[in-house]
Structures are given as structure tokens and as C-alpha cells.
């Protein structure tokens, strides 16, 4: 059984028993004093006006009698004085005993409301000890069965103390309530102050759950059902973990704590000492599960004859919405009403009425639907649908060191080219290493280096097949971040390259002030290959030198262009025997604003040999279609000083792209030595182009390619 119930039950008994003592001990106490007392009247100061002469007769201390004869002898024989009236202070023992709160009965209900069942409370009120007219410590309690037949129960320790001077009675209480809703118990302290007078009162009233104040009372969950599958990477292959989903409807009751303020006052005075207040009580409700909300409440309260309260109210909050609700209690014996015609019934009644609190435990009922996802199953392996067999992937990582699984990935990319296979289902995938992976450096040749129908993907860009299980994002694909490879990645037939930045050197090219050497076994080579940036976030960090002295032939930029002869002579109006180019090929959609800064240094300064020796800087268009000048020896016109290695120089200039690529960008930048150098002198035949602050802004989708078949 419930703790609390259980102590109700407990202390109810024994309260009901303290009632029934103390009501026979002061019937004998009353036939001891005054001779001749009604034993039903409990509280001997029910109707009593003051002070009492000892020497009146046991007739006129009769009390609780609605007679207006007798109460008009009894002003007539005790006049009370009214600077005593107004203290009330006992100076004898018949005094004293009127000014006596006596224990009672109460049996009452409470309509349903706010969080709280409708209940009905059957229990009393039994003062523990007291001064008469002065101060009171009691024990208020009973049990509360709810409409539902669930059986709670609730105790106070109250304290009361008249304050003579202000006519004015404070007091105090803790209480513990509990509550039974059928389907959980729950407990909750309280604790509240007052101040009550004749005509207006005031309260303070708090509530704090105690225990689970949360509890789970029903629960339903639907079967789960896969509604899709995580993508995963398995040694070469894509697997599916299926994803399963179910609903679980819960159900919970909570426990509200809060406070309240109540304020009000006497509106009618009855006859018979009843009347009727009327309440206003702005209140807080917080608890497990909703967000702190204020409420208010209003009610009116009558006493239309001693022994009977009636109440009915309305309230609002976020929580539980409008309410009306009333309320009905009666008490037994009645005792004076709280307009009683005399202080001392005025007085007895404050100090013994009921604590204006909420005895019932707030209780929300909350629902909340919860969406469970979860891997189970076995893995699903994926199919390429226009194949009808399993996908294959090779994996690069330039820190790997293994046999192109996801676990254990190529170093370099031709490993993983000579492993692929033309069936349409091998996918080389490729993610950020510590430096720039190689492709294909040969200045000669024209033949591809992705096999045909091979996938060349990074994970730059958010990559995406398909499968049985329709168009799937590939996993780690989307980073943002391109890798770089030094050389060239030329697509065979069907073949796609995607996501990469390939820079491709020809002549004398410097990285950093390590020249370029188109030879892996070269000694320097690797040196070269640290200066290359292994990404797309390293391109700002990129200073590149072209150079006319000891460079390509001009045929071998023609390949690397592709431009003819003419078209790059067309452009100076002067011959081009050799040069220096960097070719540069984003396989990502490149937005506007792509960009970089160039200056154009020379050593030819000689006047009237310009028809012979005019070198130039140049940039071709997007997929080298086209070839544009950037800079000739006209436009040196700033003079370096002495050791600087050139003469002149244009200055560091800007050049932006002002065109998107969503397909991608191309470019061929360089530098030629235009002239006949067998008349110059060494000196003469250098010029240089410096390349830097290269920004290439790109989106992350894959450009747009030609399906493979």
C-alpha cells in the first residue's frame, strides 16, 4: 500500500478519536464550569459576545442557540468594555473557554478541475494545543476519494496567532498530500502562509511534487517496417544497412508544482454570522513535461449558516484551459461564522477555519508519439541496375599503402588505374591525401589514362550512383575539398573524371622556386611534387614562375593547348619558337569570380628590333579554344632595379573569369619568347611570367557528364 494513503489511514482514526475525546472532554469540562451545558454544542463560544461574569446564571451561558432573546440578555447582563473587546483577552477560566477552538468533522466534495479529478474528503480538524484567543497549533486531514473510486488522502500542521493590536490573525502550515489516479500514486509537499481579518484576507500557497513525478502509464508501438538503408563502404564493394522505423505512443502523467496568491474579501454579511467573498488568484503551474505557465483564478465563497461552505470559480491556464468548477463542505459541530456579530465568535472562527489550499495533486496527462530508426538486418549489396551486377570500387588515398580496399586504399592513382576493368562497374574513388597524387606526365602522348567506361570520382564533390535502391550518395563524398594531381587524367571511351584539379606543366616552370621535372625517376622530382599543393584549400599558397630561358618547344604546347601554330602566333604578331605553359582543368562546376593575379617581367629593351623580339604572356579561353594576350614587352613599363634578374615589369595585375563553368574549367597560361635569337644576345631572350593567388570557387554538385553506356 502507498506510503501516504497508508499514513492517511493511520492518522485519520486517530484524528476522528482526538475529535471524539475532545468533544466529551469538554462537555464534562462545560457541566463542571457552567452547571448545565448542551452536549451538542462542541464550541462553546459558538454565539458567546465577550467577557462573561462569573456570577451569571448557567442559563444565560447557553451558547450556539440562534435565540435573539437570550443573546439580548446576555448583551444586557455583559456589556463588554470595548477597549477589552478589542484585545480579547480572557480573565477568567468561562473566559477563556469561550475563546476555545474546538475540533470538528467535515465532509465535503470538490468538482472536477484544472488537473484534478472531482473528490470527495471526509476528515476534521483537532487542535493540538492552543492559548485561548491568542494562538493555535492543529491537525487538519481526511481522506479523498476521487469520482474514479481511487482513494488518496492529505494532512496539515497549521499555526495560527492573533495579532490584538491589528485585529489581524497570521498563520502557517505544511501539509502532505497524495494522490491515487488509478494508473500511478503521487505525492507532493506543502507549505503556505496567511493573513486573515474580519474583512479581507490573504494567501500564499506552494506545491512541490515529491518522488517520480513523471510516470509512464501506457505505451504502444507499431511493428517496424524498413523505410530506407545507410549507405556503407565494405573492402571494393557498396553495401545497404537497412534502416527500420516503428511508432511508440506513450502516455505519462505528471505531477504539477507551482504556487498561488489569493487575495480577497467579505462582499455580504448574513444575519446568522454566514457571508459571502469573493477571491482573485493569479497561480503558477511547472512540472515534468510542459513549459512553466501562469494562470488565473477567480471564486466566491459563502457561508450561509455556520457549519456550511459553498464555493463555484472559474480559471484559466495554457496547461488545462477554461474550468468551472464548485465545491460544498459540511462540518460538524458548525461553530461561529467568519462575520459572527461578536469578536470573540469572529475571532474562533478565524483561528479554526479551514486552510484554503489544494489538497488534490495537479496531475497533466501527456501523450507523446516517439519515431524510432534503427540499423537491423543484413547488409544489401548494391547493384548497378544497367549491369545487373554488383558495384565495384577501387579506393585511392595518397597515405594508403594497401590493395585498393575501403579499409586498406592505393597510394597512387596507377594502381588503382591498372586494376580497374572497362565492364561499367568499377569506380575508382579517390579522397585527400598528404600530397598531390600523378597522372599521366608523358609530353608526348595523346592516349587516355582512365580505361574506358572507368569512373573517376573524388570526394569532393557529393557523388551518386545508382543502384536497386534507386540514386544513393556516395559516402565521404560532398567534402568540398578537390585533390590536386600533378599531370593529366584524359577519360578513355565512356570514361567519366570528376572532382579533381589536374595541373599539367610543360618548359621551365617553377612551384615554389622548385623547377619543374617531367620525369618521376628525376632526382628533384619529389621535392618538385612537395611543392604542389594537395588540394583545392592550398591554392592560395601556389607561386608559379614561367620562364623563357631553357623551355618547351612550341609543338608541345600545341598538344597541351590544343591550339595550332597560327592561332598562337596570331595573337603577337611576332613567331613563337618555345615558351612555358601550366595548364590547369577543374573536372567541378566553377562559379564566377574564379580568378588570379599575373606580372610580366623582360629583359628586351632594345628599340627598333621590336618586329623581331617582343615576348608575351598569354591565357587561353575555357577548353583552350581560344588564346588571349595578356601582356607583350610594350606593356613593361615599370624598370626593375639592378639584380633584380629583369629589366621591366608590368606590375602585378588582376585577371578574373567573368563567366560560371558548370561543366568545368580549362585554361592554358604561359609565357613565349617571340624573335630570332640567333642575333640577340643571352640576355635579350629572357622573359617570365609569375602566376599566383589562384581562387577557384566551385559548387559541390558533379558536372554534368555523358552517361555511360
Do not use: C
Amino acid at each position: 500500500m502507498n506510503v501516504a494513503v497508508l499514513f492517511t489511514l493511520v492518522a485519520s482514526p486517530v484524528l476522528w478519536l482526538s475529535l471524539g475525546l475532545g468533544t466529551v472532554a469538554h462537555a464534562v469540562e462545560d457541566e463542571s464550569s457552567a452547571g448545565s451545558i448542551d452536549s451538542g454544542n462542541i464550541l462553546s463560544d459558538s454565539t458567546d459576545e465577550s467577557l462573561f461574569d462569573e456570577n451569571l446564571e448557567s442559563s444565560d451561558l447557553v451558547v450556539g442557540i440562534d435565540d435573539a432573546t437570550v443573546v439580548d440578555e446576555v448583551e444586557a447582563t455583559a456589556t463588554p468594555d470595548p477597549e477589552i473587546s478589542q484585545a480579547i483577552i480572557p480573565t477568567t477560566e468561562t473566559a477563556a473557554d469561550a475563546l476555545r477552538v474546538g475540533g470538528r468533522f467535515n465532509l465535503g466534495h470538490r468538482s472536477s478541475s484544472s488537473g484534478a479529478d472531482g473528490v470527495t474528503n471526509l476528515g476534521g480538524f483537532v487542535p493540538l494545543w492552543q492559548t485561548p484567543g491568542q494562538n493555535i497549533v492543529f491537525l487538519e486531514g481526511g481522506l479523498l476519494l476521487d469520482n474514479g473510486g481511487q482513494l488518496g488522502g492529505t494532512a496539515v500542521v497549521g499555526y495560527r496567532q492573533y495579532l490584538a493590536e491589528q485585529d489581524r490573525t497570521l498563520g502557517g502550515y505544511v501539509a502532505f498530500d497524495n494522490r491515487n489516479t488509478g494508473k500511478a500514486s503521487f505525492n507532493q509537499l506543502g507549505f503556505g502562509v496567511e493573513s486573515l481579518s474580519e474583512t479581507w484576507d490573504i494567501r500564499l500557497n506552494g506545491y512541490v511534487p515529491v518522488g517520480n513525478a513523471r510516470q509512464l502509464i501506457n505505451s504502444q508501438g507499431s511493428t517496424p517496417e524498413m523505410i530506407g538503408s545507410v549507405p556503407r563502404f565494405g573492402g571494393n564493394s557498396l553495401f545497404f544497412d537497412p534502416v527500420l522505423q516503428n511508432q511508440v505512443a506513450n502516455t505519462y502523467q505528471s505531477a504539477l508544482g507551482g504556487f498561488d496568491i489569493e487575495a480577497g474579501g467579505r462582499l455580504l454579511q448574513f444575519a446568522n454570522g454566514g457571508d459571502l467573498r469573493a477571491y482573485i488568484s493569479p497561480y503558477y503551474l511547472n512540472g515534468p513535461g510542459i513549459q512553466g505557465t501562469f494562470g488565473i483564478r477567480g471564486r466566491l465563497a459563502t457561508q450561509p449558516r455556520p457549519g456550511i461552505n459553498l464555493g463555484v470559480g472559474v480559471q484559466y491556464d495554457e496547461v488545462f484551459g477554461s474550468n468551472i468548477f464548485g465545491s460544498v463542505q459540511l462540518s460538524w459541530p458548525g461553530g461561529p461564522g467568519r462575520s459572527a456579530r461578536t469578536p470573540e465568535e469572529q475571532l474562533v472562527a478565524r483561528l479554526g477555519s479551514s486552510m484554503e489550499r489544494a489538497s488534490t495533486v495537479k496531475v497533466d496527462v501527456q501523450n507523446e508519439l516517439l519515431v524510432n530508426q534503427f540499423v537491423e538486418g543484413q547488409p544489401i549489396l548494391a547493384i548497378n541496375p544497367d549491369t545487373g551486377e554488383p558495384w565495384v570500387f577501387i579506393h585511392v588515398a595518397s597515405n594508403g599503402n594497401s590493395n585498393g580496399t575501403i579499409e586498406s586504399p592505393f597510394s597512387r592513382l596507377a594502381d588503382a588505374i591498372a586494376l580497374a576493368q572497362p565492364d561499367r562497374n568499377h569506380i575508382i574513388y579517390v579522397g585527400l591525401g598528404n600530397t598531390a597524387y600523378i597522372g599521366d606526365l608523358n609530353t608526348a602522348t595523346t592516349l587516355p589514362f582512365v580505361p574506358d567506361n572507368v569512373r573517376l570520382w573524388s570526394t569532393g564533390l557529393a557523388q551518386t550512383v545508382n543502384t536497386q535502391m534507386g540514386q544513393v550518395m556516395l559516402p565521404g563524398s560532398g567534402t568540398g575539398v578537390l585533390p590536386v594531381v600533378l599531370g593529366e587524367l584524359t577519360p578513355g571511351t565512356g570514361s567519366q573524371v570528376s572532382g579533381f584539379i589536374e595541373m599539367i606543366a610543360r618548359g621551365n616552370v617553377l612551384f615554389n622556386g622548385v623547377q619543374y621535372v617531367g620525369d618521376v625517376n628525376s632526382p628533384n622530382f619529389a621535392a618538385f611534387l612537395n611543392q604542389v599543393p594537395a588540394s583545392s584549400n592550398d591554392l592560395g599558397n601556389l607561386n608559379v614562375l614561367f620562364n623563357t630561358n631553357v623551355t618547351a618547344a612550341v609543338s608541345n604546347i600545341e598538344l597541351l593547348a590544343p591550339l595550332t601554330f597560327l592561332q598562337i602566333a596570331a595573337i603577337n604578331s611576332q613567331i613563337p619558337f618555345r615558351g612555358s605553359v601550366l595548364k590547369i582543368r577543374v573536372t567541378a562546376p566553377v562559379e564566377d569570380s574564379a580568378s588570379f593575379d599575373w606580372n610580366f617581367l623582360t629583359n628586351e629593351v632594345t628599340a627598333g628590333l621590336n618586329f623581331r623580339r617582343n615576348d608575351y604572356a598569354f591565357i587561353t579561353g575555357n577548353e583552350n579554344t581560344s588564346i588571349s594576350r595578356l601582356a607583350n614587352v610594350f606593356n613593361s613599363t615599370t624598370v626593375l632595379s639592378v639584380g633584380s634578374g629583369f629589366a621591366r615589369e608590368t606590375g602585378e595585375q588582376n585577371f578574373t573569369f567573368a563567366d560560371s563553368f558548370p561543366n568545368g574549367l580549362s585554361f592554358v597560361i604561359g609565357v613565349f619568347d617571340a624573335g630570332l635569337p640567333r642575333i640577340l644576345a643571352a640576355n635579350e631572350r629572357d622573359s617570365a611570367l609569375i602566376f599566383n593567388g589562384l581562387t577557384l570557387p566551385f559548387s559541390l554538385q558533379p558536372i554534368e557528364v555523358i552517361p555511360i553506356k
